[in-house]
C-alpha cells in the first residue's frame, strides 16, 4: 500500500494567516493527490485535484502543488469558515486507494 | 448535479451481514464509477471500494473476502454486503462518486452511522 502522511496533525491560525499542510506519499504519485475539507458531521467535500487544480466553487484562496512524493496544500489568508480537518488522498494505484490521517486546523 | 443519498440498518449485531444502499439522483449512473468510504470516529477515512458503470469492481484487499458491491442502474442505485461483522466495522459510511477510476471523488453522500454491537 501507498501510505500517505500528513503533516502537522493539528494547527491553529489566526484570521487572515497563511496557513501550509503538507502531504507525503510513500511511493511517487504523480500527481494523482487530492485534498478533502471535512467539517464535524458533515461529509468531506474535494478542494484540489490532480495536486493543484481547484475544484469548482472552491474560494481561490485555497491552492495545492508538488508532484511525485511532496505535497503542499496553502490556504493563502485563513478565514473562520476554513476550521476545519482537512485529507489527502492519492489515487494513483486505483485498486488501493489510501487517505492521508487528517490535518484539523482550528482558529486561534 | 449528481446527489447521493445511503441509507442502511445503523445497528447491527457480530457476525451478522451489513447491506448498504446509496441512491444517486440529478444524473445518470451509467457513466461513472461508484465508491465506499468509512471513517471510524477519530480515524482517518479507509476506501472499502468501487463499481463502475462498465461492472468493473475493485475492492480493499483488506475487506475482499467479506465485500460485495452491486450496481442497479435501473434503480439507479448501488449496494454494499459485508459480511462477519466485528465491532472493528462501526463507522460512518460513505458514498461516492468519481468519473473514471483515477479520479477524485467529488460527489459524496452525508453518510449513514452503522454501529456493530449486540
Known amino acids: 500500500d501507498i501510505q500517505m502522511t500528513q503533516s502537522p496533525s493539528s494547527l491553529s491560525a489566526s484570521v487572515g494567516d497563511r496557513v501550509t499542510i503538507t502531504c507525503r506519499a510513500s511511493q511517487d504519485i504523480f500527481t494523482y493527490l487530492s485534498w478533502y475539507q471535512q467539517k464535524p458531521g458533515k461529509a468531506p467535500k474535494l478542494l484540489i485535484y490532480a495536486a493543484s487544480r481547484l475544484q469548482d466553487e472552491v474560494p481561490s484562496r485555497f491552492s495545492g502543488s508538488g508532484s511525485g512524493t511532496d505535497f503542499t496544500l496553502t490556504i493563502s489568508s485563513f478565514q473562520p469558515a476554513d476550521s476545519a480537518t482537512y485529507f489527502c488522498?492519492?489515487?494513483?494505484?486505483?485498486?488501493?486507494?489510501?487517505f492521508g490521517q487528517g490535518t484539523r486546523l482550528e482558529i486561534k | 448535479q449528481v446527489q447521493l443519498q445511503e441509507s442502511g440498518p445503523g445497528l447491527v449485531k457480530p457476525s451478522e451481514t451489513l447491506s448498504l444502499t446509496c441512491s444517486v439522483s440529478?444524473?445518470?449512473?451509467?457513466?461513472?464509477?461508484w465508491n465506499w468510504i468509512r471513517q471510524p470516529a477519530g480515524k482517518r477515512l479507509e476506501w472499502i471500494g468501487r463499481?463502475?458503470?462498465?461492472?468493473?469492481?475493485n475492492y480493499n484487499p483488506s475487506l475482499e473476502s467479506r465485500l460485495t458491491l452491486s450496481l442497479d442502474t435501473s434503480g439507479k442505485q448501488f449496494s454494499l454486503k459485508l459480511t462477519s461483522l466485528t465491532a472493528a466495522d462501526t463507522a460512518m459510511y460513505y458514498c461516492?462518486?468519481?468519473?473514471?477510476?483515477?479520479?477524485?471523488?467529488?460527489?459524496w453522500g452525508q453518510g449513514t452511522r452503522v454501529a456493530v454491537s449486540s
Open positions: 461516492a462518486k468519481s468519473v473514471v477510476p483515477a479520479a477524485p471523488f467529488d460527489t
Open positions: 488522498q492519492h489515487t494513483y494505484n486505483t485498486a488501493r486507494i489510501t
Open positions: 463499481i463502475c458503470a462498465t461492472g468493473s469492481t
Open positions: 440529478g444524473g445518470s449512473i451509467s457513466n461513472y464509477c
